[in-house]
């Protein structure tokens, strides 16, 4: 929601917009620490821990939302107008915040696989 919130802030350049992709970031990286915990239980409680290619990937990009995730906010809180000009490094920041949806679809894709493994002939 955080990338929608931003792409329609800077179409209607309604403040408030921003405003809600930025409390959507903040909810963002509080549940993401969630969904990684509880994840990791999961996979230790199903799986055994045992290593599998989609949970590697599953952790791998789960920590680099959480990653993205905190230098978004960080530096959206020390400069509040970072989207109302998209030039030089704020370029940056808006293309992380865009990479926000692709690194979880990736995360919810190899989710799914797990939940609905699909079958090899």
């Known amino acids: 929601t955080t990338t929608v919130f931003n792409v329609l802030y800077l ?24 969904a ?15 290593p599998l290619r989609a949970v590697n990937i599953k952790i791998t990009f789960a920590l680099i939302l959480l990653t993205v995730q905190i230098i978004t906010f960080i530096w959206r809180l020390k400069v509040p107008q970072v ?18 949806f692709p690194i ?10 797990l939940t609905f493994p699909v079958e090899h002939d």
């Open 36 to 50: 990684i915990v509880t994840g990791l239980y999961t996979w230790w409680l199903n799986y055994m821990a045992k």
């Open 83 to 100: 989207m109302e000009s998209i030039q030089g490094a704020n370029i940056i920041y808006l293309l992380l915040i865009l990479s926000l």
């Open 104 to 113: 979880v679809v990736v995360i919810g894709w190899f989710g799914a696989f």
């Open 11 to 34: 179409i209607f350049g309604i403040k408030s917009l921003e405003i809600t992709a930025l409390h959507s970031l903040g909810a963002g990286i509080l549940f993401t620490v969630v």
